[in-house]
């Protein structure tokens, strides 16, 4: 009787999620419109944890390494706090490090760039001169081209009709804009504020969700999640860890080659290669980009040269170093960090490139202990089944040519 009623509540069960999914697929849209929203008024708060998470790394660090000696009562009632601001001073430091070194001389090259665009346009104007006392065909093309009759009065309209309508549309771009910037901002302090609360209190936080888990959850599955979680935020911390590593070694390494080589603003595009190769694969082609265009100005054939170092540098790092440091920070071998960094860039972009590493190193582990773990057992029955004297599943129905073979022997 007891097995019919669960029988029946399975069945239920099972209809109503079937019914469930059927009325999410008929109402696809309307379900990802709400999803997207639900997540749009999270966004800030999610935003706030992946700041908490980042800066847990070093102020776990002060904590446990720089501060370890505090350990009376009051000495452990501001070490949190002291240790917290450490953090938020260590990421201003390298925020303004990298800001202080690149922006000045990006403002120059800008401002030489503008100063030499007059000259230019005369030294064009001048080769335009000489093209056309060279070559009198050219002359006889620009004349036609004089005395082509423009329509004034219809350009005339056209500038009144954007007038009109245009700058009504820009209006409204330039408000859209303006909030979207100011909404932008608001979400960000909130974010922050949001991470302060987070890193003040984690221990109580995580006090609290193992209590709902243990109240909502059986044992088995509570034991489950918390082991997840746990390898989840060590493969993300490794992660982030063996990145920013990742990241110094390959400005470490500009910085010395520019150096020997005797190229221009040698430190600036070492910081600058370090600060965008913290975004993984394609930050240090960005870099790349910006200090060739900053040596192009005083010197295009550098700039060249330039940009067969960086391909020879991104060669090494690439094969060598980065799957290496990444490999052994997040357990993930070569070729899966390739195809996490690729599906990541494929479906969110930058921010699936670093979300994917640490979740596919993650799912790796989990499928790498479930595998062993059925293998063990798989070699456990082999060995009980063979001391009782049987034949092994696996080889109780032998193959056909075996069967061949002992049908010839039996023919003879």
């Not at 849209?29 to 992946?50: D, H, K, M, N, Y």
């Not at 999640?225 to 920013?244: A, D």
């Amino acid at each position: 009787m007891e097995s019919g009623k669960e029988k029946m509540r399975q069945i239920r069960h099972l209809l109503v999620w079937a019914a469930l999914l059927v009325l999410a697929l008929i109402y696809s849209r309307e379900v990802f419109r709400g999803i997207s929203f639900f997540f749009g008024i999270l966004q800030p708060f999610l935003w706030g944890g992946a700041i908490a998470f980042a800066l847990n790394i070093p102020m776990k660090y002060y904590e446990e390494k720089l501060l370890a000696r505090w350990k009376g009562k009051g000495a452990v009632k501001i070490k949190r706090p002291v240790c917290l601001a450490l953090a938020i001073v260590s990421l201003l430091l390298v925020v303004s490090l990298v800001v202080g070194t690149v922006m000045p001389q990006l403002t120059r090259t800008f401002t030489e760039v503008g100063a030499k665009v007059p000259a230019f346009l005369e030294e064009v104007v001048e080769e335009l001169d000489d093209l056309t006392r060279k070559y009198p065909e050219l002359a006889g093309q620009v004349d036609k081209l004089e005395q082509l009759e423009l329509d004034w009065q219809s350009m005339l309209d056209n500038v009144v009709d954007f007038l009109k309508n245009g700058a009504g549309d820009m209006l409204t771009s330039t408000v859209t804009v303006a909030s979207s910037i100011i909404s932008g901002v608001v979400n960000l302090v909130i974010a922050f504020i949001f991470a302060l609360y987070i890193l003040a209190q984690k221990e109580r936080l995580e006090n609290q969700g193992r209590r709902v888990l243990s109240a909502y959850l059986p044992g088995k599955a509570e034991e489950k999640i918390l082991e997840v979680l746990s390898m989840l935020h060590g493969n993300f911390s490794s992660f982030l860890t063996g990145q920013c590593l990742e990241a110094v070694i390959l400005g470490i390494m500009f910085v010395i080659a520019m150096s020997i080589f005797q190229m221009p603003y040698a430190l600036m595009i070492g910081v600058l290669i370090a600060f965008m190769a913290l975004i993984p694969i394609v930050g240090a082609f960005i870099g790349c980009g910006v200090g060739a265009f900053l040596i192009l100005m005083d010197n295009p054939l550098q700039a060249l040269w330039f940009v067969i170092l960086f391909l020879v540098l991104q060669q090494i790092e690439g094969n060598l170093i980065y799957p290496r440091v990444m490999g052994n920070s997040v357990g993930l071998p070569a070729i899966w960090i390739l195809v996490a960094v690729s599906l990541g860039g494929s479906l969110f972009g930058i921010a699936g490139m670093l979300f994917f590493i640490p979740l596919m190193s993650t799912c790796y582990s989990l499928l790498r202990e479930n595998v062993n773990a059925r293998n063990r057992e798989r070699g456990a029955r082999y060995v009980e089944v063979k001391k009782v004297g049987k034949q092994p599943p696996d080889k109780a129905i032998p193959d056909r040519q075996s069967q061949g073979k002992k049908g010839m022997q039996h023919k003879k």
